[in-house]
């Protein structure tokens, strides 16, 4: 806003006004005046005391389809219908009196629509005094004791004021009391009736603070500009009934301060309220003659009523005014009464009224563009030209807007319907004016004497008065008494009578004394002098301390106003600054919202992360899991068949071998034959070399044992053919030489020897082992009953077998000693599944890995085994088998039954369905496995014993025992 103001068209200061930066806006105030009939549509409605609110009326409402809705407008004040003339001028006007005393000018005007009251707010009504008449009153109650004496005060013709001497001002005194015959009734309130009792003395206002060591002096212009034209209303013009002269429009004219001013105009000096006002009435009076005589409407004319008020510091001595024209202070206030603000439109008005009522509104118009540009430029920071010069009364003002001063407006309203759009325009106008800002008028400096002179000179006076009524005083022209004894001080005279014509001495005598007195007197008169002129030079240099003085103060006072202007700045700069970090605290509140916000998304979000990658890693291992089970079983599968194939190779080998063997054998009994027969005398002969060798080699096969072997052998317990022929082919230069025949009847012959050996049946005895005693058979099946996870074995593996060695009876250990002890075989491989359900072997023997020690105490053996399921669990099978002593002093172990104990995933069992009692193709093929596994795990040698329908049968060779040396 300083800034914008510092940008400006350089304006030309006054050189008496100081730069001022601090700004006030133009005051604004709205008055509702009463509906003039009770039943009229009221649109205005007063909300509060500084908002006023607007209804379309009825009519208006229909015809526009309801566009215009209520509209509120906030003033400085609103004044309702209720207000008194009193309380407006005390909230309005008082403060501009105030400041007019205080050498401030003011600017107070009225608008609105003809008829709105604006003449009723600014002059009144008897009884309802106007704020006028209430400013004037004022005034006076305030300067009243204080004011010079007529014609002290002189207006000069350029805007400015002189100050007449005592002579000068008497003359013009004198002069206008021979001309007019106004009568001196300064202190009665009266007179006119059409003006009388505008205020009641008990209503009145006074100003606090008036200088009293001033003069003052009131003086009071009214004009009437018309049409753009400027009008004196109390300039006198001799009349002239017959022909009168219309009057002479005047022309502003800008002083020497570059205030606006009408050249020429009427300025009356006014001692008194009453006077002021008649003076006022006089020019009303005027004003309305003219306007009937020119045939125009009030209305349309803006009449302006300039207060001026000069005031200068009384002298030294505090009696008269001091000549001094540069110490005389003007202040003027302005009262206008504008002209009603209506359209043209609204005017009823022809012709030239038409022009005229045109002009006014192009005035009030271009007033209205003054204020927009000035808005505009205060606003905007643009420095557009106001186009006061457009009218009179704007360019009468312009100092007001431009320079400084107070400005007030009192917007007049009329609630009737009728007024309502331009009501409308004049609240629009109103509003935008308050947004205008007008430089605040600033103190004046003021006069450098010292203060109270005016009372102590009175004092002074009266005490003087006092004193020498005291002494029988000096009255009426005497030789007052210090004179006298001034006079006493001299040497006294001499007799001055002469004696005679020849007195030579009295009159000499006289003269020395006279010419004595006289030096006495040259010589005061000089001491006078002297110390009047030391006086005079003091008093001087004491002007000068003085006048040094204030200028020090005046500097320090501009400093001061300087410090108060960086002080202002820098107010508004923390006011500003406060503004900025409020709104940056309140960013850094929605920003911290919203980073709290995304905060707990993030966490939200890392949350479900973790719970993902959980699941994933779950599955991730589930997925490793079930690999290592999928490639556990792959392996397991594998082996199995490896060593089912090498069976398979092995068992075909044997049955090659013993084919062989029988058709060798056939050979040879053929040949033995056909040499018998050839040579029946011949001794017995050594089978040939080659010949001799065949056997062992076959018998490396599983072949049928021959019986001789069968009690040589009995320390064997094995059915490993390898074994088998280790012992038995061993070559014995001693045993005697059997022959081949000999020997298979031998063997056919031991059949009937020993019917339950079914293992020691010949190779063709198959089908007499489904021939098997009923006790056996019905046992085996039993067996089947019980052992029912125990696989089928394929029936080409069962007949492959069929030609094994038979395998030599088991003995079963007794069961009587203290109950069955078991051998609980559980590999260390084995994991602790800490399942519910583990077998309770009581008195059982423990091992990791089978020995013949365990074996040779216990009757019972368990293999604890684990493998994998199909399904990826872990599967426990017991594993259970009889313990038999063999012949050759190991032991065998012959299972009999296994248990299968198995876990299952709650989530898995659902989809897999999968336990031990599923269908039986599946449990095939996995105990197939099983007993592959079992195999391995065991580290025995496996064999189908032959003949046997109970399935694998598993001997226990002792193996590591007898590797031992
Ligand atoms: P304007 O000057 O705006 O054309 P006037 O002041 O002449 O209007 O007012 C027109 C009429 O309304 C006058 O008779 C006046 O007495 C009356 N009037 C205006 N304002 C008020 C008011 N506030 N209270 C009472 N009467 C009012
Ligand atoms: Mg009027």
Redesign the pocket.
Known sequence: MIRQVKGKTPRRHPPKKTSNNQKDPVGVYC????L?AEDEECCIEVISNTTIQLHAPDGLKANRNGEFKETQYSFKKVFG?K?TQRELFEDVAKPLVEDLIYCKNGLLF?Y????????????G?PG?GGLLPRSLDMIFNSIGPYQAKRYVFKPDDKNGMEVQNQVDALLDRQKRESQTTVPKTPNSRRVDPEFADMISPEEAFTADGVDEDSSYSVFVSYIEIYNNYIYDLLEETPFDPIKPKPPQSKLLREDQNHNMYVAGCTEVEVKSTEEAFEVFWRGQKKRRIANTQLNRES?RSHSVFIIKLAQAPLDADGDNVLQDKNQVNVSQLCLV?LA?SERTSRTRAEGSRLREAGNINQSLMTLRTCIEVLRENQMCGTNKMVPYRDSKVTHLFKNYFDGEGKVRMVV?V?PKADDYEETLLVMRFAEMTQEVEVARPVDRPICGFAAGRRQRNQAFKEELTRRLEDRGGPVNGEIPTILSQLLQSFPSLPASEIAGPNDDVTLPRLIEALEKRHKIRQMMVEEYNKTANMLKSMLQEQDGNVVAKENFISEQRGRLGEKDKMIQNQKNEIDRLEKKSKMLEYKIDILQKTSNIHEEDKRSLQNELESREQRLQRELSDKRRMESRMQGIVSDTKLKWEKECERRVNAKQLEMQNKLWVKDEKLKQLKAIVTEGKSENRQPQRPSREKDKVPPKRSASPSPVPSSYNSSQSSLCSLEPIYNFNQMVRPDPSSPIVSVASCISEWEQRVPRCPRQSSQSPPDSRKRVQGLPNSLGRRRGGCWAREHEVPAQPADFEADHMTVPPVRPLHRRSHSAGGERWVDHKPNTNVDLDTVMQPNLPNAIKVSAPSEKALSKCDKYVLTHQEVASDGEIQTKLIKGEVFKTRGGGQSVQFTDIETLKQEYPASASRKRRSSESGPSHEGERTDGDWTDVETRCSVAVEMRAGSNLGPGYQHHGYPKRRKP
């Open positions: 008055r509702v005046r009463p003039g219908i207000t009225t609105g629509v003809t008829g709105s009251g604006k003449t009723h707010t600014m002059t009504s309802q209305s009464d009603g007049c009329n």
